[in-house]
C-alpha cells in the first residue's frame, strides 16, 4: 500500500481493517478519532505525531517508530509491538493491553495517566522522563530495565519484579501491592510513602534507602534485611518478617500489630513510640535499641535478646516475657490501670445478653 491509498482510506472515516501499512511514512497525518484493527504497521513511521481517541485492535507495529509522538487517549489492543521505538513519546491516558512490546524501547519517554495491563514488555528498556498515575497490571517485565525513572502515584499491582532492574530509580508514593520482589536487591533509593501490601519481600534487601511511611501490611518479609535504612512511620501490621534484619534502621513510630517476628534482628534501631500490640517477637534481637515510649503491649517476647536497651516509658502490658529482669529494668512499665480498666470493659460488653 502506498502512502496515498492510505490517506484515501483515512479520509473514507471507516474502520481500517485487514490492511498491509507495512513500512509507510504517516508523519503529517490525521489519524485522530480512527478504529484500525489486523492492520500490519510493521516498520512504519509514526515521529513527531499527534494521534488522539484512537483504537489499534490486534494491530502489528513490529521495528515501527512512533519517536518524539505524542498518543493521547489511544487504546492498544491485543497487538504485536516488538521492537517498536517510543523514545520521547508522550503516551497520555493510553491504554495497552494484551500486546507485545517486548524490545521496546522508551528513552526520555513520558507516561501520565496511562494504564498497561496483561502485556508482555520482557528486555525492554526505560528511561522515562517522568512516570506520573500510570499502572502495570499483571504484566511481564522480565529482564525489563528501568534506568533512571522517576515513578509518582504508579501503580505495579500484581506483577513479578523478581528479574526486573530499577537502577537509579526515584519512587514517590508507588504502588507495589501484591507484587513478587523476593531476592531483589535495593541500594541508595527512595521509596517515600510507597504500599507493599501483601507483597512477596522475602529474601530482599534494602541498603541506605529512604522508605518512611511505606505501609508492608499483609506482606511477606521473610529474611529480608533492611539496613541503615530509614524506615520511620513505616507500617507492619500482619506482616511476617521472621528471620528479617532490621540493623541500624530508623523505625520511629512504626507498627508492628500481630506481625510475625520471630527471629528478626533490630540491632542498633531506633523504635521509638512504635508499636508492637500482639506481635509475636520470640527469639528476636533488640541489643542496643532505643525503645523509648514503645508499646509492646501483649506481645510475646519470650528468648529475645535485649542488651544494653535504652527503656523510657516502654510499657510491657500482658506482655509474654520469660525474663522478669527486663520489666524490673528503669525505665519499664509492667502495667497500665487504663489499659486494665479497658480489658474489663470490653469482657463485660462481651457478656451482656
Not at 522508605?211 to 529474611?223: E, I
Request: hydrophobic share 40%; with cysteine.
Amino acid at each position: 500500500m502506498t502512502r496515498e491509498d492510505f490517506i484515501n482510506l483515512l479520509n473514507r472515516f471507516e474502520p481500517i481493517s485487514e490492511q498491509d501499512c507495512s513500512g509507510l511514512s504517516l508523519t503529517g497525518l490525521d489519524l485522530s478519532g480512527h478504529i484500525f484493527q489486523n492492520v500490519d504497521f510493521s516498520s512504519s513511521c509514526f515521529d513527531d505525531q499527534t494521534i488522539e481517541d484512537t483504537i489499534f485492535t490486534a494491530c502489528t507495529f513490529t521495528q515501527a517508530s512512533f519517536k518524539r509522538a505524542h498518543l493521547s487517549k489511544c487504546m492498544f489492543s491485543e497487538c504485536r509491538m516488538t521492537a517498536t521505538n517510543f523514545d520521547k513519546t508522550v503516551l497520555y491516558a493510553t491504554a495497552i493491553v494484551k500486546s507485545d512490546l517486548s524490545d521496546a524501547s522508551f528513552a526520555g519517554t513520558s507516561l501520565d495517566s496511562s494504564s498497561i495491563a496483561s502485556s508482555n514488555f520482557s528486555n525492554s528498556h526505560f528511561s522515562l522522563e517522568k512516570c506520573l498515575k500510570t499502572s502495570f497490571y499483571q504484566t511481564t517485565l522480565t529482564e525489563t530495565v528501568f534506568s533512571n525513572c522517576d515513578f509518582e502515584l504508579a501503580i505495579f499491582f500484581q506483577n513479578d519484579l523478581r528479574r526486573t532492574h530499577f537502577d537509579g530509580s526515584y519512587f514517590d508514593r508507588a504502588v507495589f501491592n501484591e507484587t513478587t520482589m523476593s531476592d531483589l536487591r535495593f541500594a541508595d533509593m527512595t521509596f517515600n510513602q510507597c504500599p507493599f501490601i501483601k507483597a512477596n519481600l522475602e529474601n530482599a534487601q534494602f541498603a541506605d534507602c529512604f522508605l518512611a511511611g511505606s505501609n508492608f501490611q499483609g506482606s511477606t518479609m521473610r529474611n529480608a534485611k533492611i539496613t541503615q535504612s530509614d524506615c520511620t512511620n513505616a507500617i507492619f501490621i500482619d506482616a511476617d518478617v521472621s528471620g528479617a534484619t532490621f540493623n541500624n534502621t530508623l523505625l520511629g513510630q512504626s507498627l508492628w500489630l500481630n506481625a510475625l517476628v520471630v527471629g528478626a534482628s533490630y540491632a542498633g534501631c531506633d523504635l521509638t513510640e512504635s508499636i508492637f500490640h500482639h506481635a509475636n517477637c520470640e527469639s528476636t534481637r533488640f541489643e542496643h535499641c532505643n525503645l523509648t515510649r514503645t508499646d509492646f503491649s501483649w506481645a510475646n517476647l519470650r528468648n529475645i535478646r535485649h542488651n544494653k536497651l535504652h527503656l523510657d516509658d516502654t510499657l510491657f502490658h500482658r506482655a509474654l516475657i520469660a525474663d522478669s529482669a527486663l520489666i524490673m529494668s528503669p525505665g519499664a512499665i509492667a502495667k497500665r490501670d487504663y489499659l486494665h480498666e479497658s480489658e474489663r470493659w470490653t469482657d463485660a460488653a462481651r457478656a451482656a445478653p
